[in-house]
């Protein structure tokens, strides 16, 4: 395996690093924007140097004004401001945005754009910003699932009557540097302007241009994987951050998830909206099984993608028939991406198990080895679980020929998807 910043000349499975742990962090579950939202802004308001926020969707609603007010508050402080959010997932509240911090100090920067007609045939843009990441003075990190937008508000389907099910971490601690240096990174690569000009302008005029490079491709790589002196004064949590770029970490929250699966002696609960993973990933959730660990898998039950519940439905007979527990969450929409392995093992962030989130987009989730942190994990697991169904028996589901065509068509769907996307590999 490569020492860390020696990536080699491919970037194949096995020149990724894995995650790196460091103790001394605090890590707290966060339930949805009606806990996140009040922490962030709490961040915020005694910010004293900078703010870097990323996401994938900032709405025009009421918890994206109060988080606007609180990054124009901060800004007319002094304190340097940094938002990024991604040009698709965005788009319908982009002008709002930009009225909204025009001359407020706040840098707004937007990660493929989707302002011309043209840039809907660049098979780039099908690579999307979907990670929701904040950092306060380098200090306080919060990393998850959940968009700027509030808990009971859809962008299809308007007012809910229940809030989606959706979890963040609230980090402090060493953990909190990489997420710094994720942020600051997609940050820039989505700016393209006047800070480059301006670096740019400077490493022409500099005495020592080598180290503005340096310094200015240091910008634009996502963090490296640099063992990180432990905070005493904080709990003694050991935490990962683990990210997906499509760079030189492609790999890297897949195979996190798929080494604690292969790991697991008792239990594997994993939680996602959108199902359809690869083979390694399947084989992993099927030889847990085989070795009798408890696999349980819940799903969405409220359909927002029919297309995304055709590809997780037609892997249920199949996992069904291993013995693997399926459950579809009623109660609400459902936007969690979590997982927790024999109690001790668990991970939040933004990662679906699905192509677009393993092979696609810019992701970040949280690996934590800690039994206090997964124990509460595992109990807002067994919480949703109450509010949904079990899928019992494969033939609910359909079998024979009919579910053949229908696994058939979604694997090439799926392919084509992939390869129009321009990524490469088996799936």
């Known amino acids: 395996m490569p020492a860390p910043g020696d990536f080699g000349h491919q970037l194949t499975w096995h020149a990724v690093l894995r995650p790196q742990f460091s103790g001394g962090n605090e890590v707290r579950l966060l339930q949805g924007g009606d806990a996140l939202f009040p922490a962030q802004e709490a961040a915020i308001a005694v ?32 304190v340097r401001v940094r938002v990024v959010v ?68 859809d962008l299809n389907h308007g007012a809910l009557d229940e809030p989606r099910l959706d979890f963040a971490f609230g980090l402090r601690g060493p953990v909190v540097e990489p997420v710094h240096q994720a942020a600051r ?19 022409v005029r500099s005495p020592e241009p080598l180290q503005r490079v340096r310094r200015l491709f240091g910008r634009l790589r996502m963090p490296g994987r640099e063992p990180v002196v432990a905070e005493q004064a904080l709990p003694p949590v050991a935490a990962a951050f683990v990210l997906r770029d499509n760079l030189r970490q492609r790999r890297t929250i897949e195979r996190a998830y798929i080494e604690a699966i292969r790991g697991a002696e008792q239990a594997v609960d994993l939680v996602t909206p959108y199902f359809y993973p690869g083979r390694a990933f399947r084989r992993a959730l099927l030889g847990a099984a085989r070795r009798g660990v408890r696999v349980r898998l819940l799903l969405q039950g409220k359909v927002d993608y029919r297309i995304a519940a055709m590809a997780a439905h037609a892997l249920y007979a199949e996992l069904l028939s291993r013995g693997i527990e399926i459950h579809e969450y009623t109660q609400a929409f459902l936007h969690a991406k979590v997982a927790v392995v024999d109690g001790r093992w668990a991970t939040v962030g933004s990662s679906n198990i699905d192509p677009l989130s393993l092979l696609l987009n810019l992701e970040s989730n949280v690996v934590v080895e800690d039994e206090a ?55």
């Not at 982009?94 to 937007?110: P, R």
């Not at 306060?136 to 990190?141: F, H, K, L, N, R």
């Open 47 to 78: 910010a004293r140097h900078e703010v870097w926020l990323a996401t994938y969707i900032f709405h025009h609603d009421e918890a994206g004004a109060s988080l606007v007010a609180a990054l124009r508050g901060a800004a007319a402080r002094g």
């Open 86 to 153: 991604d040009g698709f997932g965005s788009k319908a509240s982009l002008g709002w945005l930009k009225e909204q911090l025009d001359g407020s100090g706040v840098a707004l920067a937007i990660f493929r754009p989707m302002d011309r007609w043209w840039r809907w045939l660049q098979p780039g843009q099908l690579r999307r910003l979907h990670q929701k990441l904040c950092v306060v003075d380098g200090e306080q990190a919060f990393v998850g699932g959940i968009n700027i937008i509030g808990d009971r508000m």
């Open 185 to 203: 990174a997609v940050w820039t690569r989505a700016w393209l302007g006047r800070d480059f000009g301006e670096e740019l302008l400077a490493l």
């Open 373 to 427: 942190v997964a124990g509460e994990v595992e109990a807002a697991f067994e919480t949703a679980l109450a509010g949904s169904v079990r899928i019992a028996d494969e033939r609910a589901v359909g079998t024979g020929l009919q579910a053949v065509l229908r696994r058939g068509l979604v694997a090439w769907a799926a392919y084509v998807y992939l390869r129009v996307a321009g990524a490469t590999g088996r799936y």
